[in-house]
């Protein structure tokens, strides 16, 4: 839990312990003392059964949470659509079971793929911002879905394959947080390994400099998008799973839950910095934060609330302390 | 008893740490006199001018104004002092109108000084420095540079500026536009105003300015009646003893080196029809004062301005001009001048920077193979002098001649590398760190690369290339061999522009 810790951007390098890293570290300190104090004081947190719900709830933020992180790595800021994209894409999985289960899941994650895809290359090649393009796209999405399906929710064909499985628990564990293991292995490796991976962070640390060293600036950006997209429509097929049914609504906090996990993970906001692990961390700090707060008994307001501020927090303290908060 | 000077500036010295920028100059001005500061880059004009301008303060010495002492401590009190500084970089901001340009920051309002903002005043003083059909409610970034530049000049004069110091105010302009500056400078001179005219342009100064005053290494070497002089005199002035350096005679040319060849290359808005063919295992200068286009060409050959045209092609095959990776899939390589903005990815390591460019290269199905890049690394490093353990240390911390080493050494070594750009390769680098960058350039061309690079400064161009080409406003002006080529025509040639100039 020492992530926040680390999460600050540097742009410069500093050999001096400043102000705000005793400021930044002092806070993580606190942060983690008093959520410490907490798990402790609340009765039943460590029990098998809420550590199980503890990870199955980090598990769809998660997934999504890992993609997310390339877009935040690659210097886009955020995707502020993926909710909405899962919501279509739990509704595309169950349209499309009615081709077999091998082909639903491939037409949903080309699906979800493509529109978010779509948007990387919207921002790549104009140089839009993200923030603006993926908010556009989340209500053109919610238009065209909801004149589909007509407002009513989608349910799987009769007599389709079984896909039960898919929100089951297999061998006491939900499905949901091997496929959440499974995304932040494959997602880690490949962002820290890959040729792709490495131009992200550089691009990410500074998109002249990529631009000057001949980096493919588009494709990079479509592809930290892409990567978003396949992870969205996973999220999307195992929500569909779990709900039998899909509607619009159905996801909810996804995108501010997502987000929340990447910056508490202590990927920087700015790009360049960052890893999927930290993602995965961020993800079950959240979850655990959330769950606390409903074994105390505080409602969910309460507890957007709580999650607002410390991301807030996070934000401004990443600012502060990478010297950008000083321009006066 | 006689009229005070303008200005008296008496024995300044500035010290930075251990660098004398001035040392115990003095310099004065007439009214309604137009006087030139000539000098290197680093001989102490910009210093002098920041004093003036209230940017900097001296560490002794005397300033005085008509007669009377002063010591401006900001620019805002330079500014109520009479002194304006109409900078080589434009401070207009481009959405607002050119009249709310003239009124930005002005002092007016809060001083009540005399004058007014009025619309007839500033219509009256456009119309004098030839901008009469320029409206009032136009928005500035709508007009041409020069137009903007002149803009800048009435700010100055909007603010009942005695002394206005024109810091090289035709470096980007075009000769039509260079006019309307000197014809408004003149205009200026004759209602009395003092002008300090900073340029590199021994022909604007031969044209425009009455006195010249010349300093090098941060020391005063003589004020002088332009009458007096010509071209030679000031070059000779400027120089005092240039050392010799550099490699005389030519490398062996590597055995099938690429050939470029650039045929009507046109950058907008300054390079039109460049041309130039450059031939590998030959390092190939551009030489040129700041705006004479050799970066602009730089670059374009980088792939970096879209809007560049022209054929470039590389030993037969056909550049794609205007995207970077296009262009680096054919080969070449380019290093910005500017390494912390664009060149260098300041908190990746050290290892990660040297392989940004060639990371294709170094992977297999994608992935990065790290026993190819480590081989690479150490072999870079080696080159570079720096110690195989840093390789993992973040190169925003390292000093700025190993930073610089680390990008020039990202260029080089690369199979697939055919044409190496480097714009600035040296810049604000000491030098030891010089010579070192120096020889990476060198050993890249041994290669049988195309290597081109830029330089503002006449001691890098003759330690360095084989070929030298001058450029002035964007052209170019001569192309010499290192052996035939001597330190006082390169400099005569980078500040060469009396045809521009014939008023």
New interface residues.
């Given amino acids: 839990m020492s992530a926040i810790a680390t999460m600050t951007p540097k742009r410069t390098a500093r050999p001096a312990v400043g102000a705000p890293q005793r400021l930044v570290f002092g806070l993580t300190v606190l942060f983690v003392v008093v959520l410490l104090a907490a798990t402790l004081t609340t009765d039943g947190f460590y029990s098998v059964q809420n550590i199980k719900a503890i990870v199955n709830a980090a598990s769809l933020v998660g997934i999504i949470a890992v993609g997310m992180t390339y877009i935040v790595i690659s210097g886009n800021l955020f995707s502020l659509s993926v909710g909405i994209t899962a919501a279509v894409c739990a509704m595309t999985f169950l349209w499309a079971l009615r081709f077999g289960m091998i082909a639903g899941i491939i037409i949903t994650i080309a699906f979800g793929a493509t529109v978010i895809g779509l948007q990387g290359l919207l921002v790549g090649y104009t140089g839009a911002n993200p923030i603006i393009v993926t908010i556009g796209a989340g209500a053109l999405q919610e238009a065209v879905a909801t004149w589909i399906s007509g407002g009513v929710s989608v349910y799987p064909p009769d007599g389709g394959p079984d896909y039960a499985f898919l929100a089951g628990p297999l061998l006491g564990i939900p499905f949901p947080v091997y496929v959440f293991a499974g995304v932040v292995i494959i997602g880690g490796i490949v962002l820290k390994r890959s040729t792709f991976g490495r131009e992200i962070y550089l691009m990410g640390e500074s998109p002249r400099a990529g631009r000057a060293a001949g980096l493919p600036i588009t494709r990079l950006t479509t592809g930290a998008f892409v990567v978003t997209g396949i992870c969205v429509a996973i999220a999307g097929i195992l929500i569909g799973a779990f709900n039998q049914s899909g509607t619009l609504t159905a996801t909810g906090t996804l995108t501010v839950d997502s987000i929340s996990a990447v910056l508490v993970g202590g990927t920087a906001v700015v790009g360049g910095r960052g890893s999927v692990w930290r993602t995965a961390v961020g993800a079950l700090i959240v979850a655990a934060i959330g769950d606390l707060l409903l074994l105390r008994g505080y409602s969910t307001p309460v507890q957007l609330l709580v999650l607002g501020l410390i991301v807030t927090t996070v934000v401004i303290l990443s600012y502060v302390n990478s010297g950008q908060g000083r321009r006066a | 008893m006689p009229e005070p000077m303008r200005l008296e500036m008496r024995e300044i010295t500035k010290t930075y740490g251990n660098l004398r920028a001035v040392d115990a100059v003095s310099f004065d001005l007439a009214p309604g006199e137009v006087h030139a500061l000539l000098g290197h880059n680093g001989a102490g004009k910009s210093t002098l001018v920041k004093i003036l301008s209230g940017v900097v303060h001296p560490d002794s010495g005397q300033v005085l104004i008509d007669g009377v002492e002063v010591s401006p401590r900001n620019p805002r009190h330079a500014q109520e002092l009479g002194v304006a500084l109409v900078d080589q970089e434009l401070s207009l901001v481009t959405v607002l109108t050119v009249e709310e340009n003239l009124l930005l920051g002005s002092l007016r309002r809060s001083t009540g000084n005399s004058g007014s903002t009025s619309p007839e005043a500033l219509r009256a003083l456009l119309d004098d420095l030839g901008l009469s059909h320029v409206k009032l409610s136009a928005p500035t970034g709508n007009l041409p540079i020069g137009e903007q530049q002149l803009v800048e000049i009435a700010r100055a004069l909007s603010r009942d500026a005695r002394i206005i110091i024109l810091d090289e105010p035709t470096a980007t302009l075009s000769e039509l536009e260079i006019a309307k500056v000197f014809a408004a400078v003149r205009g200026l001179a004759a209602q009395g105003k003092s002008v300090i005219y900073v340029s590199h342009r021994l022909g604007e100064v031969l044209t425009l300015c009455q006195r010249a005053t010349v300093f090098r290494d941060g020391k005063l070497v003589g004020t002088r009646n332009v009458a007096e002089l010509d071209r030679s005199g000031i070059v000779e002035m400027m120089l005092g003893h240039v050392p010799e350096s550099g490699r005389q005679g030519l490398a062996e040319v590597p055995a099938n080196p690429e050939v470029v060849t650039i045929t009507g290359l046109s950058v907008p808005p300054r390079i039109q029809s460049f041309d130039l063919t450059i031939t590998g295992g030959q390092i190939v200068g551009l030489a040129g004062q700041v705006g004479c286009g050799a970066s602009e060409v730089l670059r374009a050959l980088?792939?970096?301005i879209p809007e560049a045209r022209g054929t470039v092609d590389i030993s037969g095959s056909r550049l794609t001009l205007g995207s970077?990776?296009r262009?680096?899939?054919e080969g070449v390589?380019?290093a910005?001048n500017d390494r912390k903005?664009?060149?260098?990815?300041?908190?990746?390591s050290i290892a990660?920077n040297l392989v940004?460019?060639r990371?294709?290269r170094l992977?297999g199905g994608?992935?990065?193979r790290k026993s190819l890049q480590s081989l690479n690394v150490n072999r870079l490093l080696a080159l570079t002098g720096i110690s195989a353990e840093r390789r993992g240390t973040?190169v925003?911390?390292l000093s700025g001649g190993n930073q610089q080493k680390v990008l020039i050494a990202?260029g080089i070594e690369q199979e697939s590398s055919r044409m190496l750009l480097f714009d600035e390769p040296a810049r604000g680098v000491d030098v030891g760190g010089r010579a070192d960058i120096h020889e990476l350039i060198r050993g890249a061309v041994a290669q049988g690369n195309a290597v081109l690079f830029s330089s503002t400064e006449l001691d890098e161009i003759l330690d360095l290339a084989d070929i030298i080409v001058t450029m002035f406003a964007g052209r170019i002006v001569s192309i010499r061999s290192r052996a035939e080529a001597t330190a006082a025509s390169i400099l005569t040639d980078m500040t060469h522009g009396s045809e521009v100039m014939s008023a």
Avoid at chain 2, 341 to 348: K, P, V, W
Wanted: glycine letters at 18%.
């Fill in positions: 980088g792939g970096l970077p990776g262009v680096r899939a390589f380019f910005p903005e664009e060149g260098l990815f300041l908190s990746h990660d940004a460019t990371l294709p992977s994608g992935f990065i973040e925003g911390s990202r």
